[in-house]
């Protein structure tokens, strides 16, 4: 498996193609993506490279961080695992987050309910 790279401040215009063509000048490029918005479609401005090694990774950060790319001086660098979402699942109540129980079950020593 290759080494993730993350690419921050891209011009809206570069797509997954484009990306891929600035970083191949340092190695195999495995995969390359633009994260672009689910309803729009239109780029974020950041994305994802996957190189084949950790090498050609090291020499692609080192040599293309804070250079001009399509008007925009780029942020690469390693990219960090994805942090656990939170909340999630939902429930059936709409806003995800644990359940609530409201009232009954006659657990503990409350008084019972009429």
């Given amino acids: 498996m ?4 993350y690419v921050g401040n891209l011009s809206y215009q570069i797509d997954d193609q484009s990306l891929s063509d600035i970083f191949s000048a340092f ?3 495995e995969s390359a993506k633009v994260v672009t918005d689910r309803e729009s479609g239109r780029s974020k401005g950041f994305g994802f490279v ?3 090694s950790e090498s050609e990774a090291q020499a ?4 293309l961080n804070g250079t001009e790319q399509s008007g925009r001086a780029i942020n690469v660098s390693e990219a960090k695992p ?3 979402r939170e909340g999630g699942g939902g429930g059936g109540r709409g806003f995800g987050g644990p359940r609530k129980s409201f009232g009954g079950g006659g657990y503990g ?3 019972p309910r009429y």
């Fill in 109 to 111: 020593d409350r008084k």
């Fill in 60 to 63: 692609a950060i080192e040599k």
């Fill in 50 to 52: 996957e190189m084949s």
């Fill in 82 to 84: 994805m942090a656990p």
């Fill in 2 to 5: 290759g080494k993730k790279i």
């Fill in 27 to 29: 190695g195999t490029v």
